[in-house]
């Protein structure tokens, strides 16, 4: 889902809204991308709110006629469906947050009908494809030794992106799983590493053999071996701190083009690809739903309309009778 645009005017100070953020962030534990989203979409309610009705919005007054006329200044805007349900997920979670804390009686969105989103199959890589990319980061070493900036491509980064490729595809981590993994929550004995997934909510993975030998390889290449609540992946700063978002997504549209790949896919294609290739290789959708820290089965299915295209093609191709 795109992210909605940056708004121009900066939020409107109101101590509930700033309290649901904080709450976001500690009780939730909520991802840098939703409460960015979420911020995003309270500061645009309540500058329309303020040009519409010439004061910042009251929420316990706020009447289902109000989001109505909201919902059709967004269909005026030609936003698209995505675009819309983002907001009012946000609106919606925000009125659950007053409610819980008696700062609204019930939610004036109540039974109202926002437009469908269309089914959107994800993406994925081939697991040809898939080997392509995990090997481009070592090519960048076989190739020139300078950056178009003029600085020398640094060995210990590259080891360390063939590293963190290949937990993702190992694990099906999301971004922020990620860059939030510490040494301590990797057990190579067991082949186990303890994730820290949406809402802190924690479960354990396995890991294989090929990512926890590249992760060693990558450590074997910095001045000091990271330990205990050290990030596995580090930043190239001098500092101890974990990669960036920005940063891993920055890396990976240069791998991309390296493998002969869409440069505008992003690290959550390949926790796509982790879930198509189990499912295709017959792994159950329940398992699969733990393993990605799915909340919901159905958030699952989708993979499974990408398989049983994939089967039927495969059938149309080789039955004579097809």
Known sequence: ??????????????????????????????SVYTQRNYRQALTEFQHWQGAERQQPPQWDKLERDDF??????????????????????????????????????????????????????????????????????????AGPKQKSAGRPVSVAACYRDVAILETIYSCGLRVSELCGLRVADLDPAEQLVSVRGKGKKERRVPISKTALAAIERYWG???????????????????????????????LKTYLALAGLDPSLTPHKLRHSYATHLLDAGADLRSVQELLGHAHLVTTQAYTHVTTDRLKKAYEQAHPRA
């Open 68 to 141: 109505r006329s909201y919902l059709r200044s967004l269909g005026r805007q030609k936003l698209g469906r995505a675009a819309i349900a983002l907001r009012f997920s946000a609106l919606r979670t925000f009125y659950k947050y007053l409610i819980r804390h008696g700062a609204a009686a019930s939610s004036p969105m109540k039974n109202l009908s926002l437009p469908k989103p269309g089914k959107r199959l994800p993406k994925f890589l081939t697991v040809q494809q898939m080997k392509d990319l995990l090997e481009a980061p070592l090519k960048r070493l």
């Open 1 to 30: 889902m795109s992210p909605p645009p940056t708004p121009e005017k900066p939020l409107i100070s109101d101590p509930w809204v700033e309290k649901f953020f904080v709450h976001l962030a500690t009780d939730r534990g909520a």
């Open 221 to 251: 290449r910095l001045a000091k071996r990271p330990a205990g609540e050290w990030p596995v992946f580090l930043s190239q700063t001098k500092k101890v701190s974990p990669l960036s978002h920005v940063m891993l997504q920055k890396r």
